[in-house]
């Protein structure tokens, strides 16, 4: 059976040089144990290099070249998820000065080849993550020889974690293993974030660029994200100045044409206040991946679980000035518009009503009989989630803007206002449009035959200066 180690960590390192009667040594603040009795072939050696970390100090290595794989077979409970990661420091253990390649095979299917040259002139050891379900009682790990494999295959560190059914649940295990390629904590520097502020033990690598960096004033609380990322991570993170986008090259490096899983985490840092609001769109190499995203304090998560990519990725924020756009051409708002509308949900927008779950967006908006003046921004068109709007009864001047975007708009309310000019045709095209009413306003000239032959609209001009 698996053996419970913090946090239902399975963790398992290489056999140990010390001269010690105890399987387990702790590391840090987790412990490993041992790795005899989940592989039968293979020797230990001794790193010697000075001031190695424990958890590099040891290797295990295959000399038999007849052997074409070398297997760990490790406890699981099938069906579960979990996530494998492989830690490799040469060291030059054998007497040599350029480590072997070979690959790495995880329940039969080839993960990746192990080539840790670069890394090796650099003094630094190589790890690779990936995250997969059990298709049995037990899961294989297995180093394997290819036709250029010169020297014995070897591993410093073997982990196996378990981790919560809901995480990472929208990949189909059955047909797809998730590999990492990068895990980044936006505008750190520093050590790499892990165990016990990741309770998975997942790496937060720092990552900043030309870009400026922030720190958080608002703490996040980890049980409420998708995936629980660790608070610590996201403490900080990149920005740039009002009003322009923000470009990110991430990850630093090219990616191979393959589908990825990308997850993004954005946060306000800021102090709320009535025009600082972080509503932007989201584009990835061009093209969108979120439109209207507004992160607030408490911090959102946007994810793509197929997303084609190849060679470099680009990030691009792009702000929407819808809100605070409409908030400074409206006159006398409530005076609670200011802030984020939706969050705290118990403190949202006097007459806003917002979308359950994450992210959240503004669905609907009843200001009838407010008092408002001013006029209508053309940018309330972007507020595509929107499905109700109530503005009647209000002294609303100008003209109805361009609303083409707003597919899923049922009902419009402009009654008793003091708004000209025509109808707007593209109320003609909203589909699911079932209330317009337009009654006692100054609008002029012909009413659009789309909407004159709309099926099912419930639609009132009286009060106007029609034909």
């Not at 702790?26 to 009795?37: C, P």
């Not at 993550?129 to 295959?153: F, H, I, N, W, Y």
Request: proline share 7%; hydrophobic share 35%.
């Amino acid at each position: 059976m698996p053996i419970p180690i913090a946090f239902l960590f399975l963790l398992l390192l290489t056999a140990s040089s010390h001269a010690t009667a105890s399987t387990e040594e702790q590391i840090g603040s987790i412990k490993w144990i041992q790795d005899e009795g989940f592989i039968a072939v293979g020797n230990m050696s001794a790193v010697d290099k000075p001031n190695i970390l424990p958890l590099l100090a040891t290797v295990r290595y295959f000399p038999d070249a007849t052997a074409r794989k070398y297997c760990y077979q490790l406890p699981v409970v099938k069906g579960s998820r979990y996530l494998v990661r492989t830690t490799y420091f040469y060291g030059g253990f054998d007497g040599g000065d350029v480590p072997p390649v070979f690959d790495q095979i995880v329940d039969g299917t080839r993960w990746s080849a192990v080539n840790t040259t670069d890394n090796f002139r650099r003094g630094m050891s190589t790890y690779f993550e990936m995250v997969a379900e059990a298709q049995g009682k037990t899961m294989s790990v297995c180093l394997a020889r290819r036709a250029d494999t010169r020297s014995s295959p070897f591993i410093s560190a073997l982990e196996l974690v378990s981790l919560d059914d809901s995480m990472y649940n929208t990949t189909d295990f059955d047909k797809y293993v998730m590999s990492t390629v990068a895990r980044s904590r936006f505008g750190a520097k520093g050590e790499i974030v892990s165990y016990p502020d990741d309770q998975y033990n997942r790496y937060w690598a720092p990552f900043t660029d030309a870009n400026p960096t922030v720190e958080s004033h608002s703490a996040i609380t980890p049980e409420e994200f998708w995936n629980v990322p660790p608070a610590k991570a996201l403490r900080a993170g990149v920005t740039t100045s009002r009003g322009k986008k923000l470009s990110v090259q991430w990850p630093p490096v090219e990616l191979p044409a393959a589908t990825y899983y990308v997850a993004l985490y954005f946060q306000d840092s800021r102090t709320a206040s009535p025009y600082s609001w972080r509503v932007f769109d989201v584009a990835v190499n061009g093209k969108e991946f979120f439109r209207e995203l507004n992160a607030s304090a408490a911090g959102v998560m946007v994810y793509s679980t197929m997303m084609p990519l190849s060679g470099k990725m680009e990030i691009v924020l792009t702000p929407n000035e819808t809100s605070p756009e409409l908030a400074r051409s409206i006159k006398n708002p409530p005076p609670d518009w200011a802030g984020d509308p939706c969050l705290p949900r118990q403190n949202s927008w006097t007459g806003v009503i917002c979308s359950e779950g994450s992210p959240v967006r503004v669905v609907s908006l009843d200001l009838k009989n407010h008092g408002l003046s001013g006029s209508l921004p053309d940018s309330i068109g972007n507020l595509t989630g929107m499905k109700n709007i109530y503005f009647g009864g209000n002294k609303l001047t100008g003209s109805i803007p361009d609303l083409s975007s707003m597919h899923i708009l049922e009902e419009l309310h402009f009654e008793g206002n003091q708004l000209s000019g025509p109808i707007n045709p593209s109320l003609g095209t909203l589909t699911n449009l079932k209330e317009l009413y337009l009654n006692n306003n100054n609008l002029t000239g012909q009413i659009p035959e789309s909407l004159k032959n709309k099926p099912g609209l419930d639609m009132r001009t009286e009060g106007n200066k029609l034909n």
